[in-house]
């Protein structure tokens, strides 16, 4: 699976997705401090989930009616990025084929998917 990160992604998200053989590129490690709009439409662009920890992505989605291939918001405050990492690694595990085309949000207690109504 293809992801953009975010800057606002743990890099042990990062670490541990791309050890589980998923390809993820990082803004952090590339073009840190562009803005939304930019991040999306590289996400766009390449074909790639969008990994993010903040919510103004939601307001592109939905209140914007921004297209994206996914975008999983990351809503895990208050645990270690490596139990972050456990848990987001687990959640494409188990769903992958849910992501694309929809917004996922990932909690400590579920994860919701709500896939894009065109």
């Known amino acids: 699976m293809n992801f953009l990160a975010d800057e ?4 042990q998200i990062v670490d541990r997705l791309r050890q589980e ?3 993820v590129r990082y803004i952090a490690e590339m ?3 562009i803005s939304d709009d930019v991040v999306l439409n590289l996400a766009n662009k390449e074909a790639s989930l969008l990994l993010t920890a903040d ?11 921004r297209l994206a291939e996914g975008v999983i918001l990351i809503r895990l405050a208050g645990l270690s990025p ?3 990492a456990e848990i987001v690694a687990s959640t494409f595990r188990k ?9 996922a949000v990932i909690t400590p207690q579920a994860i919701r998917i709500r896939p894009r109504s065109d």
């Open 82 to 84: 490596m139990s972050k």
């Open 55 to 65: 919510k103004d992505f939601g307001e592109l989605i939905f209140r914007q009616h």
């Open 31 to 33: 073009e840190a401090g």
């Open 21 to 23: 053989g998923h390809l």
């Open 8 to 11: 606002s992604v743990d890099y």
């Open 95 to 103: 769903h992958s084929t849910e992501l694309s085309q929809a917004f």
